[in-house]
């Protein structure tokens, strides 16, 4: 069975569920965020490290320091890369 939409507004629905969201996140305690790596049996930086990565891919910002790596050993890997290319 197929339904129709009526005046949906996608740029509107996406802001507000973007809104959302971060108001979560913002909100979330350290124990929200070790409870929730503990009921989905991942840790937080490796979460942190994968929310990054779909940052970069959905802004397009794949040349991005790792965050989790010292600044120093970041600008490192960028300049051996450049060289490779």
């Known amino acids: 069975?197929?339904?129709t939409v009526k005046n949906w507004e996608p740029q509107i629905e996406l802001?507000?569920?973007l809104a959302a969201l971060a108001e979560e996140i913002v909100a979330a305690t350290p124990?929200?965020?070790h409870l929730a790596s503990v009921l989905a049996n991942r840790s937080v930086a490796a979460a942190a490290k994968e929310v990054r990565e779909l940052i970069a891919t959905a802004s397009g910002d794949q040349d991005e320091?790792?965050?989790g790596l010292p600044l120093a050993?970041?600008?490192r890997r960028r300049e051996h890369?450049?060289?490779q290319h």
Do not use: K, Q, S, V
């Open 1 to 3: 069975m197929a339904y």
């Open 15 to 17: 802001t507000r569920l």
């Open 31 to 33: 124990e929200d965020l």
């Open 65 to 67: 320091p790792d965050l």
């Open 73 to 75: 050993e970041a600008a």
């Open 81 to 83: 890369c450049a060289r």
